[in-house]
Every structure is written in C-alpha cells, then in structure tokens.
T-cell receptor
Framework: GENVGLHLPTLSVQEGDNSIINCAYS??????FIWYKQESGKGPQFIID?????DKRQGQRVTVLLNKTVKHLSLQIAATQPGDSAVYFC??????????FGKGTMLLVSP | DAGVIQSPRHEVTEMGQEVTLRCKPI?????LFWYRQTMMRGLELLIY????????DSGMPEDRFSAKMPNASFSTLKIQPSEPRDSAVYFC?????????????FGPGTRLTVT
C-alpha cells in the first residue's frame, strides 16, 4: 500500500511467522527492482534485488517475487525475527535511470 | 570496507546559516547520490553524480541547495541560507557501476535541524 502523510502501512507478525511485504510499482518499463530495510536512526540497507528477466530470486531467509503483469513486487521473509523489525522500501529503476523509492511499510515483529 | 561515510551525523543550526554536509563514497564506486528523507515526503533524490560529474539535479529544491564532487572520494551538499523547512535526514549513497541502474549503498545520514 501507499502511505499518506505520517502514516506508514504496518504489518505486525509474531516471531517465527513468515512475513510478506507488498509493493505496487508505477512504471511498466521498469526493469530493475530492489528492496531496502531501514532501522530507526540508520540508513537504508540493501536486502535483495531482481531484474525484470526473472520472476523470483532467493537470498538468505528472503525471497523477492516479481509479477510484471500486474506491476507487483513482494518480499517474503521466512521465520521472521525481532531484529527484522524495520521499515521496508521497494524501489524501481529503468535503463540508465536512478531508483524511484516507494513510501515504505513498517514491519513489527513481536517476540 | 568502511561503507559510505557521512559527516556530521547531527547538525543543529539557526535559520539563515550555511550548512555543509559531507560524504565519502565507497572506494571504487562510480556514482554518488544525495537524498533527503522526511516523514511527509519519504525519500527524495536531490542530485546524483556519475564519475564526479553531476548528471541530474532536478530534485534540488531551490537555488539555496548546491552540491559538488571535486574528486571520486568526496562530495558536499550545501544549503545557504538554511530554512526550518530544510529540516530532514540527508543521506548519501554510492553505487558500484556507472552504467545502468544498480544497487545503491547508503550512509548513516545527517540529521539536520534548522531552528
């Protein structure tokens, strides 16, 4: 979803659950997508990226899924831990452009 | 690798004063980006450099903002004169390749408060 003003969409999960964070991107020509994690008081941290010639990419405990038909990107976090609590941003890019960032989703993990 | 280094981490200044933010990108990275983050507007790209040359400064809000990259290991973002609405967290990021869009690595940010 999209945040409006001060309100970020929030996903609350229990420790050990799997988390899915969704992102609708805007440019059908975008060919590069990336997820960042931002903890309070820190800069965004690269998690995983994917190019448009793929529809799935896996990392350590994370999976990114890309559905170009509906312009949708998701980040799946397996066995979510309290340390995963942060704001997660998706970003898109095309060709030689820079990244365009979404507004972010807050993930809250309860022990 | 030390990552992207920014200084100062916090800056409090009075309206009308000049503010200079500094950034050292990751060694070997070709591109450098300056962003501003606020709760209301999220993460906004201000300007980016490729091989020390400014490529796109369309995100710079006003003439009060200027950025330079005199060499591959140093960049500055200057606000003169500063205004309360400039209060935000300013991030510098660098990217390993200059051709095409790729992952960017962010610094810890400078939290600017203009009173």
């Amino acid at each position: 979803g999209e945040n409006v003003g001060l309100h970020l969409p929030t996903l609350s999960v229990q420790e050990g659950d799997n988390s899915i964070i969704n992102c609708a991107y805007s440019n059908s020509a975008s060919d590069y997508f990336i997820w960042y994690k931002q903890e309070s008081g820190k800069g965004p941290q690269f998690i995983i990226d994917i190019r448009s010639n793929m529809d799935k990419r896996q990392g350590q405990r994370v999976t990114v899924l890309l559905n170009k038909t509906v312009k949708h990107l998701s980040l799946q976090i397996a066995a979510t831990q309290p340390g995963d609590s942060a704001v997660y941003f998706c970003a898109e890019g095309v060709g030689y452009s820079t990244l365009t960032f979404g507004k972010g989703t807050m993930l809250l993990v309860s022990p | 690798d030390a990552g992207v280094i920014q200084s100062p981490r916090h800056e409090v200044t009075e309206m009308g004063q000049e503010v200079t933010l500094r950034c050292k990108p990751i060694s070997g990275h070709n591109s450098l980006f300056w962003y501003r983050q606020t709760m209301m507007r999220g993460l906004e790209l201000l300007i980016y450099f490729n091989n020390n040359v400014p490529i796109d400064d369309s995100g710079m809000p006003e003439d009060r903002f200027s950025a330079k990259m005199p060499n591959a290991s140093f960049s500055t973002l200057k606000i003169q004169p500063s205004e309360p609405r400039d209060s935000a967290v300013y991030f510098c990021a660098s990217s390993p390749r200059g051709q095409g869009v790729n992952e960017q690595y962010f610094g810890p940010g400078t939290r600017l408060t203009v009173t």
